[in-house]
């Protein structure tokens, strides 16, 4: 009887520690739930440079000036207002909204201006570039900020006021700290960080490392209750929990059965099947700011010559790359800058063999090459006009063309960029050109293609390109034709630098338009990147516990979403 005695007793313990939990978990009923495929490898602002780091940062640092979700405009956040520039002073000044931090005190201009010289004391990376042409940062009032300009900078309203502002009050003792070190910005951005203060909609509650983030709304959050861009801001839920899961495969299997409500990370083709047959699943499928695309060395043979590059442009098969390769998930691409970023993409330029056959993708090709002077000891298009096996690519000087390499990242780090080189090798082939593909560990990659300039050609991409288009400048300026420089290919074109130069001290809009729209078309015409594609960006949401998700180019996982999310039948309560 004891023994038994004890066992009931263990029984009812566990069935009131279960409905305590359960009463626990319904006290919360506002939970929203979170997958994120790897963990965040840090709350220093200052050094988060990977995606899951700053799916949580972004709730908690805020900007002056976020991107409208429709428009993609520029539109007031933490400022007030749209900045005031006085030419004569080359100066903007910002009125900033009524706003407090997490830790219930006020934010301020000296916060703003804290950050900015901060960030230029330290030259912080991701942000000193946007902040090198600031002269200087005066605060007239608590909510007045007037930034002075070196000179006349378009980055500056897209770049430096959509920097996160940090608070003076957490970090102005620990930056004092760093620089009496040995290495000052190594000991600011390795600073430990565990509670970080913030203007965002969330607060830190609580990080168990390999399991687990618990953020809490922040009563405290300027936009609750306020409309700002039309929108009515929250947000509408209590807690937000971050589970972090090893594989893909759990992540799904975890959001079929309900244990999250979203996984915050690009759903692959061969789930979509599966998930579209479930009820209470939404996938959502939104463009990218992304260039996938194959760059070649204009430095030396074969590559320095455009005839050839114009080839290959012909030859690459890109409705085959994004009907098999990505199975239909993803868009092709012709100018550097992504058709969805509609003011600056330029859109006449030449396709290359746009919806052409096999056939004359190929015959289009071969004639680009006679007329330049290449030959074959066997053209790949016969005296009849047929096509036929080529052998023995010669250069027009009369010696063979040697073997030369396509560097990829491997299969099991990105199968799409591994495969485009697989059967962009064949179609070169099928000219006669000594075309072999390579996989290669991408650490390996960059250093051989960006420090050693060591390479033929490759595939690479940019997986979220900032919707301002200085990028242009930096990809192709001769300026950055160096060791770790931006400008991989070495492209030289003093016309292009020309450009690019005015592009960066032109404040009017429309003028501006015109020098991008230009530096794109001599891309497109001397092509030292070869666009390709941009992936689909598709993701998955439970429909049964939450709705009103807010889908922009990069996805629902934006600061929209966050604060306009409501859980389903939400009363207001």
């Known amino acids: 009887m004891g023994g038994a005695s004890r066992w009931c007793s263990l029984i009812v313990f566990l069935l009131i520690a279960v409905a305590v939990s359960a009463c ?98 330290f030259k912080v990376p991701r942000y000193a570039s946007n902040w090198r042409f600031i002269d200087r940062i005066e605060t007239p009032d608590s909510r007045t900020v007037t930034f002075y300009l070196k000179k006349p ?38 600073h430990r960080v565990q509670h970080p203060v913030g203007t965002g909609p969330f607060t830190l509650e609580q990080w168990r490392q390999g399991a687990f983030l618990h953020l809490k709304r922040n009563p405290h959050f300027f936009g609750t209750g306020k409309t700002i861009n039309g929108r009515l801001l929250g947000p509408f839920f209590n807690d937000l929990v971050y589970s972090v899961f090893g594989t893909s495969d759990v992540a799904i299997l975890a959001l079929k059965k309900g244990d999250i409500d979203m996984f915050w990370w690009p759903i692959q083709p061969g789930y979509l099947s599966d998930l579209s047959q479930q009820k209470k699943i939404r996938l959502f499928t939104n463009e990218k700011s992304a260039l996938y695309f194959m760059g070649f060395n204009l430095r030396r043979p074969p590559f320095n010559d455009v005839a050839l590059r114009r080839a290959v442009a012909y030859t690459v ?42 056939q004359n993708r190929l015959k289009t090709a071969y004639q680009v090459l006679v007329d330049a002077g290449y030959s074959w000891a066997v053209p790949p298009v016969d005296a009849a006009g047929n096509l036929q096996p080529a052998r023995e690519i010669r250069l027009p000087g009369g010696q063979p063309m040697g073997r030369f390499t396509i560097l990829t990242p491997p299969a099991d780090y990105d199968p799409h960029r591994a495969t485009s080189g697989l059967m962009i090798q064949e179609w070169l082939r099928e000219l006669g050109m000594p075309a072999y593909a390579r996989p290669m560990a991408f650490s390996s990659m960059l250093q051989q293609v960006k420090g050693n300039h ?23 300026h001769s300026a950055n034709d160096r060791s770790r420089g931006w400008n991989m290919s070495g492209y030289h074109d003093s016309t292009f630098d020309q450009l690019a130069d005015r592009s960066t001290s032109e404040l009017d809009p429309l003028k501006r338009q015109e020098l991008v729209m230009e530096m794109q078309r001599l891309i497109a015409r001397d092509l030292p990147y070869l666009p390709l594609y941009k992936p689909s960006l598709v993701e998955a949401v439970r429909t049964d516990r939450f709705e009103g998700w807010v889908e922009m180019l990069e996805g629902i996982g934006n600061i929209w979403s966050m604060c306009q999310v409501k859980p389903v039948n939400y009363d207001g309560a």
Request: proline share 6%; hydrophobic share 40%.
């Open 24 to 121: 626990h978990e319904n006290s919360r009923p506002y939970a929203l739930k979170i997958g994120l495929a790897e963990e965040p490898r840090t709350l220093n602002v200052w050094l988060a440079s990977d995606a899951n780091s700053r799916k949580v940062l972004s709730l908690i640092y805020q900007p002056l000036y976020v991107y409208d979700p429709d428009t993609l405009d520029l539109v007031p956040w933490l400022a007030e207002s749209m900045p005031v520039y006085d030419a004569q002073t080359l100066s903007y000044t910002v009125t900033l909204r009524e706003a407090r931090w997490s830790d219930d005190t006020p934010f301020t201009s000296g916060d703003v201006a804290f950050t900015g010289n901060l960030i230029r004391s």
């Open 153 to 190: 900078m378009a980055a500056f309203l897209s770049g430096t006021l959509s920097t996160p502002i940090v608070q003076e009050k957490e970090w102005a003792g620990f930056a004092e700290i760093a620089k009496t070190t040995e290495k000052p910005l190594a000991t600011l951005v390795n």
């Open 317 to 358: 098969d890109k409705d085959f790359i994004v009907d098999r390769i990505l199975q239909g998930q993803g868009t092709k691409m012709y100018s550097v800058v992504p058709a969805e970023n509609r003011f600056w993409c330029c859109t006449d330029l030449p396709r290359y063999g746009g919806d052409m056959s096999r």
């Open 454 to 476: 060591d390479f033929d050609a490759f595939i690479l991409g940019y997986g979220r390109l900032r919707l301002d288009p200085d990028y242009v400048r930096n990809l192709f």
